[in-house]
């Protein structure tokens, strides 16, 4: 999934931080601010790897992980990943990749619920919704 880099890169191989020290930069600050950080993959979108709406990926380590610790993990893997889904407009922390076990189960339940009614209708929430976001992240 293709992304702007916001922090700086540290190769440790540590999967949780992927090599980033937890300092974000002042382009990378902007960048997140206006969700600008997302824009590249749009190009995924093109591709056909990921759809617009969906459950957002998560690294492959981490999926491992919370395959292993949260029961029905891996039925949010049954649709093709989103570039905006259920959980990033409803979950009340800004989804992350460093999500410990108890928030992560919380994110689940939104996408199984997405997964358990998905259709156009609330496709299109979703979409609208998202779109109210970033423009009200435009409009600060």
Request: aromatic share 12%; charged share 25%; no cysteine.
């Amino acid at each position: 999934i293709l992304k702007f880099r916001t922090m700086l890169f540290n190769d440790n191989g540590d999967w949780q931080n992927k090599g980033l020290i937890n300092k974000v930069t002042k382009v990378g600050n902007f960048l997140r601010k206006t969700r600008l950080d997302e824009l590249p993959q749009l190009w995924n979108v093109l591709k056909g790897d990921i759809s617009l709406i969906g459950p957002r990926p998560e690294f492959p380590n981490a999926v491992k992980q919370y395959a292993e610790e949260i029961p029905y993990y891996n039925v949010r893997h049954l649709i093709k990943p989103g570039l905006s889904g259920w959980a990033q407009i409803y979950h009340d922390q800004h989804p992350h990749h460093q999500a410990d076990t108890l928030e992560t189960k919380n994110k689940l339940s939104y996408d199984l619920y997405y997964i358990k009614n998905r259709s156009f209708f609330l496709d299109l929430k979703i979409a609208l919704r998202t779109l109210n976001i970033l423009l009200s992240i435009a409009g600060r």
